[in-house]
């Protein structure tokens, strides 16, 4: 099993900045594919960024191949450190309709090529961490 656990989330003002962190248990940590998904209420959990693991053709080191949303390129990054078995968030720029609950999760299949974007793709689940953000 794999046991994931989100922290960084909080009460910040539009424009501010939080950095989310996710641990993670496993050995085989840098062959997982990494994702940050949100769920606002009444909404469907989305993708937010993703990070690819060393399994990935694609995968460039400690940084990997990454996706973003449209609605957050150019004020999230996501990052990992192997050896500490963390993935993590950092949110710049912050916006009131980033506020929802963010979840952190894992794929631990051998994909050679890109990152997983649908829910039913990750096999482990961070029990999430609230964001809010007031204008």
């Known amino acids: 099993q794999v046991q994931l656990v989100e922290s960084g989330g909080g009460l910040v003002q539009a424009g501010g900045s939080l950095r989310l962190s996710c641990a993670a248990s496993?050995?085989?940590?840098?062959?997982?594919?990494m994702g940050w998904f949100r769920q606002a209420p009444g909404k469907e959990r989305e993708l937010v960024a993703a990070i690819s693991g060393s399994n990935s053709y694609t995968y460039l080191g400690s940084s990997g191949y990454t996706y973003y949303a449209d609605s957050v390129k150019g004020r999230f990054t996501i990052s990992r450190d192997n050896a500490k078995n963390t993935v993590y968030l950092q949110m710049n720029s912050l916006k009131p309709e980033d506020t929802g609950v963010y979840y952190c999760a894992a794929d631990i299949s051998r994909r050679p090529v890109g990152v997983p974007r649908s829910t039913y793709e990750y096999d482990y689940w961070g029990q999430g961490t609230q964001v809010t953000v007031s204008s």
């Open positions: 496993g050995r085989t940590f840098s062959n997982y594919a």
